[in-house]
């Protein structure tokens, strides 16, 4: 049975005081699913006329993302949009969210000004902690996320760390342990970071009773590690939810023992699973695999080719 996780919720303060997220920051693991109270609830741009302004100018730069209420946990998450579309501008879909029967993500806020004063004030909340167990912070990024009643996020898992908060309606928010084989697979994780391909990420019935589950309601929210699959269904009014993500130094050497895994295995060979070897072999092949990646990096740089630098303090 899945264990469920609740919290009360945080009175939110008024004016405006700050930021605030509360958890147990003795027993935080980076790598560890835990969860989280915090006071935005009530912050003023995270609700829905401001939301409607930022969609219209996100969708100019392609930073917005949707799909309607038909698709499950076991759809493809990368091609819901094109298997259950919504039609109609994403201002317009917004606006008309209680019966749009839409679920909609405003990606990558951070490259709104206004906005990325936000991710910073959020994750600058949270960085003292975070960096004594897990330092590095870097490519830091917001995601809001706007349903219609019942609408569900699919299965899926990401590159980054996550602050996931709820701030309006409620969901069930269910996540699942990244370190566990038996539902994130070595091959599933080398597709992912070696070729950026969700092909083995996806949804089975008998994972269900190994997740952890959150009910989220305004004032409650989750961390949740890299590569930690999950999946959301939406409660039965409309909900806003908001995630401020990172990368960190280990989640950058975890992503290049992946992909070293991953260009190995397309030569023939039969890498050894991350984590099997001592950590002093890990970061001597999370070493030299960096210096290949380097190397390829500074190439394309030479011939003006694009480049993710995730060591860059925002994602792009």
Known sequence: MAARAQNSAVAVSSPWEGAQLHFDAASFDPMKIMSVRHNLADHPLLQLPPLIELAKRLSATNSVRFHNDQASAATSFVNAPDTHKVEGRPEDILASIE??????????????????????EVLDAVRPVVEAKDPGMSFRAGWIFVASPGAVTPYHMDHEHNFILQIRGTKLLHVWDPLDRSVVTERSLELFHGQGSRELVTYQDA?????????????????MPTTAPHWVKNGPGVSITASFTYYSASTRRRKRLHEANHRLRSLGLDPRPVQADGRAREQLKAAAYGAYVGAKDLAKRVLGRPREDRLAPYAS
Do not use: T
Request: avoid cysteine.
């Open 207 to 223: 994972f269900a009773p190994r997740a952890r589950v959150f009910e989220l309601e305004p004032g409650l929210g989750g961390y």
């Open 99 to 120: 019966s749009s029967r839409a679920w909609m993500a405003l990606h990558n806020v951070q490259k709104d000004p206004v906005y990325r004063a936000l991710v910073d």
